[in-house]
């Protein structure tokens, strides 16, 4: 069931990463020289390329779901970082740049964060044990959650460009982690079917998390590069998922001393490819006189990512 559930998840970032760069295209065209404003997220969602992408990153999140029902949440979860270099190969293609002119510092942020996540995930993956959700431990994830979210929200409001793109991922990444741990714990009452056993804190949590994440989300497309905004989602929320199924959920009581040290380095690994590639992303670089352009926005520098 591991090994089932583990491509569910690979197909789920497929989606993810093809959703991303189709919202994030929409985002850009919609708010062009106009901010984020109300208006413009009202033309955002009658917008058909956003809708597209909506849809397949609804079909991602199906995928995802149905895969924390077959394996523990911190082998699940990481795999989204697959969605990194997808997301950026689209990115570079859109842009009409070739691989060879994407800087150094750049690639190796990609192989840091998919590699670092990788190693957790075969760590974790002989170690980690399934465990039920309780309603005090969802409890106290939303509320941790929230804290989290909130003070990434006033660093995002307090700075702009590559900062505030940065600072509005992270906090949909921590929703989306949150939604992870209340998904297992709403499939877990599914399975139940007895009505006196049913809990609403998880799927009202869900249901909120989703909203909170995904407008803090339109945010950082608007900010910033879609390469930069996945590089968020796919390190910081599978960290956020598995710490608090670690920490709440004790999925990781049988974890060795040797295996937690080399999960947390590849932990660390991964959060420093994310900060390499805030530096380096290929929309960063200068850029050739004939490619200044792409798709009728300007990308050759970071004031060309001041949207909101």
């Known amino acids: 069931m591991t090994l089932l559930a583990v491509a569910l998840a690979a197909l789920a970032a497929c989606g993810c990463a093809v959703g991303a760069r189709m919202q994030h295209g929409a985002v ?12 413009s ?31 523990p949440l911190s082998v ?19 842009q009409g740049l070739h691989v060879r002119d994407i800087h150094r510092s750049a690639v190796f942020a990609v192989v840091a964060s998919t590699g670092g996540v990788a190693a957790f995930v075969l760590l974790a993956a002989g170690s980690a044990t399934a465990t039920p959700v309780s309603d005090e431990a969802a409890s106290t994830a939303i509320r941790l959650v929230a804290g989290m979210v909130l003070i ?24 989306y982690g949150l939604v992870s741990l209340l998904m297992r714990a709403v499939s877990q009452q599914v399975t139940v079917w007895e009505l006196a056993e049913i809990s609403l804190l998880p ?9 909170v994440g995904g407008w803090l989300l339109q945010h950082s497309y608007a900010s910033g590069p879609p390469d ?4 968020c989602l796919t ?32 932990a ?41």
């Open 235 to 266: 390190v910081i929320d599978p960290l956020v998922a598995v710490g608090l199924g670690i920490g709440l959920l004790g999925e990781a009581d049988n974890v060795g001393m040797w295996t937690a040290t080399g999960e947390a380095v590849c």
């Open 76 to 94: 699940v979860q990481p795999i989204g970082v697959l969605a990194l270099p997808i997301t950026v190969l689209l990115n570079v293609r859109e």
């Open 268 to 308: 660390m690994v991964a959060c420093a490819g994310v900060f390499v590639l805030a530096r380096y992303h290929p929309e960063q670089q200068q850029r050739p006189p004939d490619l200044a352009v792409a798709g009728g926005r300007g990308l050759a520098g970071p004031a060309s990512m001041d949207r909101s």
């Open 41 to 71: 997220q009202l033309r955002l969602v009658r917008t058909p390329r956003w809708l597209l992408g909506l849809g397949c990153l609804m079909g991602g999140a199906l995928l995802h779901a149905v895969a924390l029902g077959l394996a």
């Open 152 to 175: 990434l929200g006033g660093i995002a409001v307090l700075n702009r460009g590559n900062v505030r793109c940065v600072a509005y991922a992270a906090g949909c990444a921590v929703c």
């Open 203 to 211: 799927p009202v949590g869900l249901v909120t998390a989703l909203l």
């Open 228 to 231: 930069l905004v996945v590089a």
């Open 28 to 39: 850009h065209t919609t708010t062009e020289g106009r901010g984020f404003g109300i208006r």
